[in-house]
């Protein structure tokens, strides 16, 4: 009964306010730079980005990945000079949570070099790392248009 009387008697910590606009910001600043590591080719710029124990998906069914694994990835792409990357995001929603410590992000994009017909999404979870914000998980996939599955199922016949 006592330490029921004094867990009552005691008061709650106060939670500073989050300012959910600022968070947006730096969110976007660190999803901005990710973006523009992979338009640059750079993988190196694009790890910065990512949290060191992060898990990480790609369009494929069969890529799941680490950071390490991931970087040696994308270096291995980037390598051949073939390749083309441009894109601009066209749309992005962002969630902050309550305590301002994580975030869900999605961005959506048409990337050529995947698909010139077919969108792309990126799904991303942030966390905050004393005043950073690290993505520790994305998963990127094709998100054909409805009116468009039909035709894509005939197609794989």
Sequence with gaps: MAVMIINACQQKPKTAPVDQEAAKVAVVATLDKYHSGMI???AKIMMTMLADNGFYCGSDPKEFYDKPTLSNEMTKMFADTT??????INKREIR?????NSAIAV?????????PKIPVRWVFHLIKTENNWLIDFFSVSLIPHNEDIGKINKALE
């Design 83 to 88: 390749l083309k990357i441009s894109y601009s």
């Design 40 to 42: 640059a080719k750079d």
């Design 107 to 115: 961005d959506q994009n048409v990337m050529n070099f995947i698909s």
């Design 96 to 100: 902050i949570a309550a305590d301002g």
